[in-house]
């Protein structure tokens, strides 16, 4: 199957209408568009996520719905290219989006995002849903996610999963090695120590780095990148299977 396969955007109303009969599963790409290190292109947390919904989907027959190319980036707002998004404005795009989809019978709700600064939206609507009853959302945010599964793959201890680091560059060679200029990967420390990690704070991450990247992406690699989004594909599906009984299919790989 072709990475189109899944996509509500690539049928036909009649298609779709077939299509949906089969599953009750939407799986909503999420990302972002801002300053990822010169070496990334400035939509990767999009193109992560997109890649994981078409695996996923792949694998379980769910539908994709639109892709949210921008989120909150107000963070890295200074780099050239960023596109920010306010938290007001993303809720209620995303609250139309799935009002859309609950119309059309959809009842599980895959969030597959790879953006941090929209995770607090994605939350506050799976709660107000929750009370509504009869829909399931649950929200992968991405990075955090992949964290969890990377035992015996990364190399460069804290700062492994920093921001276009070892583990973002690695992912991004796997996804789309096209797009990454290994000419311009870099070793980049903290300018500042955080002597408080506990401690949520609201700085830019330009006050660290000039470069909108953390950590040693000089050691990334496409194979790194193919086993961390393997790991995290079959662990999303583990729990589509454990906790929401949705069968992994199985054999309808994309390519």
């Not at 193919?226 to 662990?235: C, G, I, N």
């Amino acid at each position: 199957m072709t990475t189109r396969t899944h996509h509500i955007k690539h049928m036909s109303w009649t298609a779709f209408e077939t299509r949906k009969q089969a599953t009750q599963l939407a799986i909503l790409p999420a990302g972002a568009m801002e300053g990822y290190g010169p070496h990334l292109p400035l939509g990767a947390d999009t193109l992560v996520a997109t890649r994981l919904a078409e695996l996923v989907a792949a694998r379980t027959g769910g539908l994709i719905g639109p892709v949210l190319e921008a989120g909150d980036s107000s963070m890295l707002a200074e780099f050239p290219g960023t596109i920010a998004i306010r938290p007001e404005s993303f809720k209620q795009y995303v609250s139309d989006v799935v009002e859309s989809l609950l119309k059309w019978g959809f009842t599980d709700l895959l969030v597959i995002n790879g953006h941090a600064g929209n995770v607090p939206m994605y939350s506050q609507l799976a709660y107000a849903l929750r009370e509504r009853g009869g829909i399931r959302m649950a929200q992968i945010d991405v990075w955090r996610f992949i964290k969890t599964v990377d035992e015996g793959i990364l190399e460069s201890g804290a700062l492994a999963h920093s921001h276009a680091g070892e583990a973002g560059t690695s992912v991004l060679l796997a996804v789309c090695p096209e797009l990454v200029d290994l000419t311009r990967t870099m070793d980049v420390k903290r300018a500042q120590p955080d002597l408080y990690p506990e401690i949520m704070k609201y700085g830019k991450l330009s006050d660290n780095s000039k470069w909108g990247t953390m950590g040693n992406s000089t050691i990334a690699s496409a194979q790194k990148g193919e086993q961390l989004v393997a790991r995290a594909v079959d662990r999303i599906l583990h729990f589509l299977r454990d906790h929401w009984s949705i069968a992994d299919k199985g054999g309808q790989h994309e390519q």
